[in-house]
């Protein structure tokens, strides 16, 4: 069975400084690959998603992802923080074998703070 | 194009109750699947249907059910409420299944006294 880490439960940031989450997985093959953010209140929105070809994905809100193999990881960034972007961030991966009908596995999330 | 819509928000059951969760999936998506959100466990698959078929289910007990319709609502029932299942339920639709991402509704919030 497939598994998620996120390493950090909270990070702090200010303001116009670069993010980078982190998002660890375990699993035989090429997973399928999402962040999703969660404001309070709220459900889940997609950020971006891999499955195959360029390994640097682009999502909304200026967030990109980058898919390392031989690290198992696929961690979030963006260069230029909001205020608005405080909210939890969840790493989940899918089962390809599964033929997409298998449930999302995600991390614990992490909680994302904004300076001032 | 109208998103993801769960009714209720937000309800108060007691232990012993049963509920029923309703979902809308956005118009075309025909697969529809559930979560339970904790702050203890996370986010929890329970199940996933597509054309009125389960095609998947989650590791929880069997009083968590649920069903879909030819026109893709879901609903899942709770049955003999426990405290324990006091939690934020995720209702989220795609085409077909969940390889192009999920679409997830603002959830229903059961509190079990």
């Known amino acids: 069975a497939q598994s998620v880490t996120q390493p950090d439960i909270h990070i702090t940031v200010s303001e116009g400084a670069s993010l980078e989450l982190r998002c660890n997985y375990s699993y035989g093959a090429t997973p399928y690959l999402f962040w999703y953010v969660q404001s309070p209140g709220q459900g889940l929105q997609l950020l971006l998603k891999?499955?195959?070809?360029?390994?640097l994905v682009q999502g909304i809100k200026g967030f990109e992802a980058e898919f390392k193999r031989s690290q198992s990881s696929f961690n979030l960034r963006k260069p230029s923080v909001h205020w608005s972007d405080a909210a939890e961030y969840f790493c989940a991966v899918g089962d390809p074998s599964g033929g997409g009908a298998d449930g999302l596995t995600f991390g614990k999330g992490t909680h994302l703070i904004i300076q001032p | 194009k109208a998103g993801v819509t769960q009714t209720p928000r937000y309800l108060i059951k007691t232990r012993g109750q049963q509920v029923t969760l309703s979902c809308s999936p956005i118009?075309?998506?025909?697969?529809v699947s559930w979560y339970q959100q904790t702050p203890g466990q996370g986010l929890q698959f329970l199940f996933e249907?597509?054309?009125?078929?389960?095609?998947n289910k989650g590791n929880f007990p069997g009083r968590f059910s649920g069903r879909q319709f030819s026109n893709s609502r879901s609903e899942m029932n709770v049955s003999t409420l426990e405290l324990g299942d006091s939690a934020l339920y995720l209702c989220a639709s795609s085409f077909r299944d969940s390889s192009g991402g999920l679409f997830f509704g603002e959830g229903s919030r059961l509190t079990v006294l």
């Open positions: 891999y499955f195959s070809g360029d390994t």
């Open positions: 118009s075309g998506h025909r697969s």
């Open positions: 249907y597509f054309s009125e078929t389960q095609r």
